[in-house]
């Protein structure tokens, strides 16, 4: 059986030659075949060069040198593109994610019958800022979402080829990983993984809201269902406060005075409108994305060792 362990790289040289070592030292006395793919995101440091340099070491090592940096789910879809292997590993070379864990991966994913085994964090790690801004996310991402994705989830899992296949399959060009992981279905089944904190994120917080809203709108149609009854329960209001108003002017004779009211309901219902239209505009701009049908990476160079050519190209053709 044949094992493809998928990575990105960006800004991964400090312990990149140890994830390699590590990688292996856990794959090595449970697969025959092993292949590692790094794909390196455009990484400002010397990721590329360390990678090539065990590239030349290790011919089990493929190195895909995108045109730039695409972003990290980009970068994954293409490292998993490109695997192999009867199973994939997929996991971030950050050393937070233990790749220690694949016998255990393994062993829940053959005895328990298992298309993907997922890691996730048994306590959402860092302070209480970074606990309270996630655990919200992921109360908005139930709320609004198609799909319940699973709390605290990490990228490191283990997955069958049929799956991978079906994954890869999907052509979105605006995605979350998160919610392809969950819509290509499959039997899934969560491990807990202890996640170190070795390195600083790189996910700031207005990166962070950003990707709320990007997940919101790429992989959720209730946010228009709920602007549509909310419009719909807002004119019900009007014009039950204008028939109201009128019953009091023709009964009573009473009739509003003053422009606080007018002014008010400028400000509420222009707002509302200025909201609706935002909403809109951020699924228009998701639909102009998709409808261009653009390559999500480019490769500039497939690195592998000597007289693999033919299946360079033909992987080649995969990513584009």
């Not at 990688?23 to 455009?42: K, N, Q, R, S």
């Not at 994954?76 to 991966?105: H, I, N, R, Y």
Request: proline share 4%; net charge neutral.
């Amino acid at each position: 059986m044949k094992l493809s362990i998928v990575s990105t790289l960006y800004r991964s040289a400090p312990g990149l030659a140890e994830f390699h070592r590590r990688c292996m030292a856990a794959a090595e006395p449970l697969f025959g075949e092993i292949e590692m793919i790094l794909v390196d995101d455009g990484s400002p440091d010397e990721s590329l060069q360390l990678a090539l340099a065990l590239q030349a070491a290790d011919p089990r090592v493929v190195v895909a040198e995108l045109a730039r940096n695409f972003g990290h789910h980009k970068a994954m879809m293409t490292g998993l593109k490109l695997a192999t292997g009867d199973l994939v590993f997929l996991l971030d070379s950050d050393l937070e994610e233990p790749p220690e864990a694949l016998p255990a991966f393994l062993q829940k994913l053959m005895d328990e019958g298992w298309d993907v085994v997922y890691g996730v964090q048994p306590a959402r790690r860092g302070g209480w800022f970074e606990r309270v801004t996630g655990e919200a996310f992921y109360r908005l991402m139930d709320a609004l979402s198609d799909r319940s994705i699973p709390r605290n989830l990490l990228t490191a899992r283990l997955m069958r080829r049929d799956y991978v296949d079906a994954l890869t399959a999907h052509e979105d060009r605006s995605f979350q990983m998160s919610d392809l992981w969950v819509l290509t279905g499959f039997r899934q089944a969560p491990m807990e993984v202890a996640k170190l904190s070795l390195s600083p994120t790189t996910y700031t917080l207005s990166r962070r809201i950003r990707m709320a809203v990007e997940h919101v709108t790429t992989t959720s149609t209730r946010l228009l269902y709920l602007v549509f009854y909310s419009g719909l329960a807002l004119s019900g209001l009007a014009i039950a406060v204008a028939l109201l108003l009128l019953l009091r002017y023709l009964t009573h004779g009473v009739a509003m005075a003053g422009w606080t009211s007018v002014f008010l309901s400028v400000w509420f219902f222009g707002g509302l409108i200025v909201l609706v239209l935002g909403i809109l505009g951020i699924y228009i701009a998701a639909l102009l994305e998709e409808s261009k049908r653009r390559p999500y990476t480019h490769l500039r160079r497939l690195h592998r060792a000597a007289g693999a050519g033919t299946e360079v190209a033909a992987r080649r053709e995969t990513v584009r």
